[in-house]
């Protein structure tokens, strides 16, 4: 029963978002800093993680292509189809949801602990567009984006390591990236992106706004939003992949 509360419960913040704005240059300046928080916060780890997931991908794939019959061009077909359909794509949102979403859901939570949203309520804000929505909208915009960025630096990760390692030279790499490349792969990527996106801004969100106790609450209430929001995101790409592809 509680599961039932809690989506119908999600479905009446979602539909409280969406009203007229109290003060349109004080939404826009929340949104802008979401934007900063979510994006520009994140893009060093996710740089980090793109880079080495690449290099890491090119050095297993060689060690498992052993058949002098199988060019080396290969290497680079896989290394370009796993990052963009998978690893840039789905482990980077897992990890976002450990850093973005743990941060909108301490950060909801310590203010409805601390009765910062019922201050606004008083005043005539709805606290539901003024501190959701922005986080939602921004997310939804900054995480293809960081997405992109992975996919960029996964395919150079695994050039790097490639070539550093000797195990393919750059030339034949770049010539085995345009290979066979199908770009209806990029268009599934992005499309999981902004799935994976709803999720991480909008479940947080929830246990976030929700919370009640204090700040071993808050505490519980940020892990239980990571957990949910890391198990929705492989459940949604197991389902998108059947679908899509």
């Not at 003024?130 to 997310?139: D, H, N, Q, R, S």
């Not at 992005?190 to 909008?202: E, Q, R």
Request: glycine content about 8%.
């Amino acid at each position: 029963m509680k599961l039932f509360k809690d989506i119908g419960q999600f479905m009446i913040m979602l539909k409280g978002m969406f009203a007229k704005p109290e003060n349109g240059r004080m939404y826009w300046r929340e949104f802008m800093h979401q934007c900063a928080e979510i994006g520009i916060g994140s893009l060093g780890i996710v740089a980090i993680i793109s880079v080495f997931i690449g290099a890491v991908s090119t050095i297993q794939t060689a060690y498992q292509l052993v058949s002098p019959l199988i060019p080396l061009t290969t290497i680079a077909q896989i290394v370009r189809d796993t990052v963009i359909l998978e690893f840039a794509p789905t482990l980077v949102c897992i990890v976002l949801a450990g850093v973005a979403g743990s941060r909108i859901a301490s950060e909801l939570g310590n203010m409805r602990v601390s009765e910062q949203i019922d201050a606004l309520e008083i005043m005539g804000i709805n606290s539901k567009a003024y501190l959701i929505l922005p986080k939602i909208v921004a997310a939804l915009i900054m995480i293809p984006l960081l997405v992109i960025i992975a996919m960029v630096l996964g395919i150079w990760g695994g050039r790097l390591a490639g070539t550093m390692a000797g195990i393919i030279p750059a030339n034949i790499y770049d010539k085995g990236l345009v290979e066979l490349f199908v770009p209806y792969n990029v268009y599934f990527a992005l499309t999981k992106s902004y799935v994976f996106a709803f999720i991480i801004s909008g479940i947080p969100a929830y246990f976030g706004y929700y919370v009640r106790g204090g700040a071993l609450e808050i505490g519980r209430a940020s892990t239980k939003a990571v957990v949910v929001s890391c198990v929705l995101i492989l459940f949604a790409d197991y389902v998108l992949s059947a679908l899509l592809l």
